[in-house]
T-cell receptor, first 117, second 111 residues
Framework: DTGVSQDPRHKITKRGQNVTFRCDPI?????LYWYRQTLGQGPEFLTY????????KSRLLSDRFSAERPKGSFSTLEIQRTEQGDSAMYLC???????????????FGEGSRLTVL | GESVGLHLPTLSVQEGDNSIINCAYS??????FIWYKQESGKGPQFIID?????DKRQGQRVTVLLNKTVKHLSLQIAATQPGDSAVYFC??????????FGTGTRLLVSP
């Protein structure tokens, strides 16, 4: 257990439905990342937050995807009008950017597996 | 564009052997590389990292080698154990810890 919690671990939904995933990072970590991983592939970067600010979004993050980190602690990733191509593992990770500018190790959660029927 | 790839999708070894997993990267400006281990149903787990000002770094039973001339990384695991069976990814830092991962190599360790 890395200390990064994700919920739910598994979600099966029908095409067109909305889904939301939650990530609770390690409590003192100020950076939070979302990645997507499809079967047999490495994780792909989606977006990241420093505190509550969303600083970068991948082109993979279409307008059906939205991520928030309202209080700089937990984060949610919502997918609207799901498509079969959204089926994947959604991974959250967190790290600590120290005052001196050094960045600690990136810790990943166990992921939320989405299956869109 | 940025890409990180792996030469071998599956590596089978006997317990006790040394394992070498290779990785090529394309962004010559990358300055930080990481190896991750991912077991089935789990998230990636950090193994070892290396910065571009180094060519070798050792951990416990693992060594990472970096050859910037040919843009190549390798992960060496000494005395491989059944518990080392997993998929191994190399990743490069494209900035702000935005990692670019390869497709992975599956390591199978036979007793």
């Amino acid at each position: 257990d890395t200390g990064v919690s994700q919920d739910p671990r598994h979600k099966i939904t029908k095409r067109g439905q909305n889904v939301t995933f939650r990530c609770d990072p390690i409590s003192e970590h100020n950076r939070l990342y979302w990645y997507r991983q499809t079967l047999g592939q490495g994780p792909e970067f989606l977006t990241y937050f420093q505190n509550e600010a969303q600083l970068e979004k991948s082109r993979l993050l279409s307008d059906r995807f939205s991520a928030e980190r309202p209080k700089g602690s937990f984060s949610t990733l919502e997918i609207q009008r799901t498509e079969q191509g959204d089926s994947a593992m959604y991974l959250c990770a967190s790290s600590l950017l120290a005052l001196g500018g050094t960045t600690g190790e990136l810790f990943f959660g166990e992921g939320s597996r989405l299956t869109v029927l | 564009g940025e890409s990180v790839g792996l030469h071998l999708p599956t590596l089978s070894v006997q317990e006790g052997d040394n394992s070498i997993i290779n990785c090529a990267y394309s962004n010559s400006a990358s300055d930080y590389f990481i190896w991750y281990k991912q077991e089935s149903g789990k998230g990636p787990q950090f193994i070892i990292d290396i910065r571009s000002n180094m060519d070798k770094r050792q951990g416990q039973r693992v060594t990472v080698l970096l050859n910037k001339t040919v843009k190549h990384l390798s992960l060496q695991i000494a005395a491989t154990q059944p518990g080392d069976s997993a998929v191994y990814f190399c990743a490069e830092n494209a900035g702000f810890q935005k990692l670019v991962f390869g497709t992975g190599t599956r390591l199978l360790v036979s007793p």
